[in-house]
């Protein structure tokens, strides 16, 4: 069966940086578009970036543009999320989401398989 698993969250001070790794099984990965969600407590799941199945083309929220940034590497079939200049606003589970498609989507209702997530905590 599809397995989405992240890893690479944790406890970081403000201004600091995380590396969130995706591994894909069960899929051909490189028939997704990939995207990267969050969600805070009390909140809705909110986009953060998608990436194109081969990787030309990448979207972020405005929130996190010029700070994160998302790559994959198909021979892996892994998928990433560098993140820098971290702030307290950016505290949330992590989800990557798989869609069978060309490009990703803002929508969360758009994609078929998800992660279980990662907890980000920055603290101030």
């Known amino acids: 069966q599809v397995q989405l698993v992240e890893s690479g969250g944790g406890l970081v001070q403000a201004g600091g940086s995380l590396r969130l790794s995706c591994a894909a099984s069960?899929?051909?990965?490189?028939?997704?578009?990939m995207g990267w969600f969050r969600q805070a407590p009390g909140k809705e799941r909110e986009f953060v970036a998608c990436?194109?199945?081969?990787?030309?083309?990448?979207y972020y929220a405005d929130s996190v543009k010029g700070r994160f940034t998302i790559s994959r590497d198909n021979a892996k079939k892994s998928l990433y999320l560098q993140m820098n200049g971290l702030s307290p606003e950016d505290t949330a589970v992590y989800y990557c989401?798989?869609?069978?498609?060309?490009?990703?989507?803002?929508?969360?209702?758009?994609?078929?398989?998800w992660g279980q997530g990662t907890q980000v905590t920055v603290s101030s």
């Open positions: 989401a798989a869609r069978n498609s060309v490009v990703g989507t803002t929508s969360p209702t758009l994609y078929e398989y």
């Open positions: 069960g899929l051909t990965f490189s028939s997704y578009a």
């Open positions: 990436i194109s199945r081969f990787g030309g083309t990448t």
